[in-house]
């Protein structure tokens, strides 16, 4: 037989498990990719997370998501677990140690004070004379020595306040000395001290993928490759044949850290070293990270290119959303003008994506007052989070809060529709690394939604933009020539608009596209190994 069965169910081409660490809500690539894979024959598993509260599943077209609940006791780091003799010598140890020690002192200056009050107010009520006269000697030593205690106990406990900010931190002398000296010491193995919570993904995904019993992983970034080349590695040495596939979203040397220490980069990059060379297939998003993919693990073959582009308006739109909810009515898009409170003629730019200072939103909010009328809409995955609340603030200290608008994201098959209601589209990205090598996927999404762009001189996007003549160009986290870029394409829009009918521009631009490069590479793979008999 040329298939397999796992609790009855048939696999069809092949069974393959997609690891995600996200809860897959708000991330389209993976989203698409999982229900692609499905419709065209592949029993797809998509196994993503929660941080916090139960796991739950439900299917994306004929593909099954289960989320995972995430339990992360290896994600503390040192300082929160141990005493730091070195850094904060006065501090407590970590847990409820200081908590108790301050709340205890506390108590006994209000003890202090209130036998004292009772002496001179009900005499009678605090004992015999004898033991007034002896009560009086030692609340007079008691008074400074409590008060004594205290300000040691709020020293004390000041020093582990800033011991467990450092500790998390991570910047310090020490914690460089310690990262290069486990690097130099484990090299590719040096993620087991520095980042050892990679192993929390682990003992969450681990169980679960050997159950499946795939005959392909699909692993999205650097922390699923991990978690999926040990799974490989399993199921080869139980004597089952599996394949492993990379996607690769970022160049990971060249990201701005999720978390800014001495540990981050270095821990995470060693993780990705160690098991680059377990992959049978790396994808990822486009031929500038292809090249430094392949300089940077010595890959033998070429990584398959897989853009971050949209499904092609229209065609799936009923067919996804009836699957999310047999009675939505796949035409009821939201309507991003009514969501900001603006009517038609007003001119509306549009940024959709996941927020950050390196992604230039604060530049734009500080055009504002240089575009006089202009609305601007963040569409993000949490219209009020802390930093858009921060962004709300800045434009109502600049006179413009009514003309910048949060609203949240839609479904992957929405987005298009839901951003042609736009003037323009805005790509305002700095320069780091990652953002210089790739079209990022709000690209593409504003391309099919036939929207001018205004993107930052960051290399891959400004040098399409000004090919195809879609957009207008601008100096990255230049606030005066990002107004000068809105102003043109908002004076004469038609030229970027009619820049689309090129033929063939944005058909190459389409998910349907790059599914079929996912199927053939998955059937590839598949097709290498010689698939198990189902014992009956």
Known sequence: MDTQSVGGKSAGKGRIVMLVDNKVDGDSRVQKAAESAAAAGWDVTLLGLVRSGKGRSWMLGDAEVRLLPLKAPLAKRHAERHRSLLRRPLAYPPGPLAAYRRQWAKAWRADVATRRAALKVAPGAVGTPLFRQVEGVRLRVAGPVSNIVQRWV?????????????????????????????????????????????????????????????????????????????????ARAAGRSVKLVWDAHEFLPG?????????????????????????????????????????????????????????????????????????????????????????PDVPLIVYSGSPGPQRGLGDLVETLPKLDGVHIAFVVPNPTSAYMETLLARAAELGAGDRLHTVPYVPHWQVVRFLSAAD????????????????????????HARLPLVVSDVRTMSEVTRATGQGEVFTAEDTDDLARAIKQVLADPEPYRAAYEKPGLLEGWTWEAQAEVLDGLYSTLVGDRKKPEVRR
Request: aromatic share 8%.
């Open 154 to 234: 709020g020293l004390r406990s000041r020093h582990s306040k800033d011991a467990q900010q450092a500790g998390r931190r991570l910047r310090g002398p020490l914690d460089r000395l310690f990262t290069a000296s486990w690097t130099a010491a484990k090299g590719k193995r040096a993620w087991r001290r520095l980042e050892p919570a990679l192993w929390d993904y682990e003992l969450t995904y681990g169980p679960e993928i050997d159950a499946l019993k795939p005959d392909l992983i699909h692993a999205n970034d650097f922390r699923m490759l991990g978690v999926g080349a040990r799974a490989t590695v399993r």
């Open 424 to 447: 323009a589209g805005c790509i305002p990205i700095h320069h780091w690394p990652n953002h210089e090598i790739a079209l990022i996927t709000k690209f593409f999404e504003y391309s």
């Open 255 to 343: 990201v701005r850290p999720w978390e800014d220490n001495a540990h981050w980069i270095p821990g995470n990059t060693a993780h990705e070293s160690e098991y680059a060379p377990y992959a049978d297939a790396v994808v990822t998003v486009s031929e500038g990270l292809s090249d430094l993919l392949v300089e940077r693990h010595g890959l033998t073959e070429r990584p398959t290119v897989v853009l971050n582009a949209p499904d092609r308006p229209g065609e799936a739109d009923a067919r996804v959303a009836a699957d999310a909810d047999p009675e939505a009515d796949p035409e009821a898009v939201p309507d991003l003008r009514e969501l900001c409170g603006v009517g």
